[in-house]
């Protein structure tokens, strides 16, 4: 048999797809019990992919069985419910088997006539976004691969729309000549907003820095006066406090003087989409544009960022491409690659549907109020226990030391991760080192945080010993 025919009958007999589903309900049977990071042996064992490239090819069935017997143990058990390190989020079990399905599909989301499905469910996503969210009506989304993308999409519409207020060209003209922009940023803004900056060539030194309070919220009499000429970032969610920045106001003086504000909100934007945290989120429909991960908090699979933009034409005259072979179609139809940096993507944005056809209001209330409720109770235990919780626990992420001596956090630190009963990050805050801890899978229970809580205690104990 040559090659394609092995692949036909592979296709057909099944029989790979069932051993696939077989080890991954192995997988999910096993991740809340094993060690939340791989042990050193599984990470030794990596050694076994290590090849020349190989010559001929090989059995399909075999590199599945490489693929479980050495690669899962070698991932990081993040499914499992005490994974607090970096916000990562979960997968909601729709989500997930809407991807098995989807995969089947094989779909391109660049155009309209690649794939109608798609495009129909990326046009509904849009409209649900701008309801859940309470944003203008004339907000547009463009599905991109992660919320680094979809900030870099936002600052390009900004660009483009306050050059042409100014009767400048962008797309033609660009920057040489081109009259100044000012780029007005917190302290703590991402460093995905600042890479952006540096990426479109605004130049970092270019930047009017603002300063932050003890949360980490810039302080709005730390304001530049604004003009024409400004983008202003704010945050939704910092990444180490969750605090949000005072949006209504900075917004109001930015519409006032007709400059483009920008809120990234990687996880953090959810939070308008509840009933008990939208407060929050005070005043963000005053902005221009947002971005948001699919992937953080509202737990879809990986790969799901979304850049949305109260200004349709600056964000698809920003992103134009064309093509004599391309077909674009406006108005009733919605090529997707209209609103996206590329062309080619996988069908990302039906993950997105099935997530919030699945929770509706109320399920994003419950599934984001109760990150907050166990991030919440993750402080509480852990000052009960005399560790200092340095940040207001208003969202996801709680900022906690346990000790004034850096050495002395970072054994603690190296402890929890070596004990494989959670893992947690390390961050520098006001100075210091800290233990961040991310709440924002919908698996973790009040009991994975107690027990999270008594491998800290275990940990201090342990470090304190020697
Ligand atoms: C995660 C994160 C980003 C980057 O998002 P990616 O999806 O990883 O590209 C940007 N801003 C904030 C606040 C984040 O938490």
Known sequence: MNLRQTMHTEQQIKALFEQARGYAFEYAEAVTDRPVFPTQQAIANLDNFVENMPSTSDDAGSILQLLHQYGSPASVAQTGGRYFGFVNGGAIPVTLATKWLTDFWDQNTALQVMSP?????EEICERWLQQLLGLPETTAAGFVSGTSSAIFCGLAAARWRLYANQGWNFNAQGHNGAPPMRIIAGRETHGAVIKAIALLGFGLDNIEWVESDDQGRIV?????????????????????????????DICANANAAGAWVHIDGAFGLWAAGTQRLKHLCLGIEKAQSWSVDGHKTLNTPYDSGILLCADRQALVTALQASGAYLTQSFGDKRDGMLYTPE????ARAVELWAALKYLGKSGVDEL???????????????????????????????IVSPSDDDEVTQLVLEHIQASGECWVGSSMWQGKKVIRISVCSWVTSAE?????????????TATCAK
């Open 117 to 121: 499905i798609t495009a129909k469910l």
């Open 220 to 248: 709005v009499d730390d304001m530049p006066t604004l003009d024409s000429s400004c983008i202003v970032l704010l945050q939704a969610g910092n990444v180490n406090s969750g605090a949000f920045d005072p949006f209504e």
């Open 343 to 346: 062309m080619s993507r996988r």
């Open 368 to 398: 984001v109020y109760g990150l907050n409720e166990r991030a919440v109770q993750f402080a509480e235990e852990l000052a009960a226990a005399d560790f200092n919780i340095l940040n207001n626990v208003v969202f996801n992420q709680v």
């Open 448 to 460: 994975d945080i107690s027990r999270s809580v008594a491998a800290f205690i275990a940990a201090r």
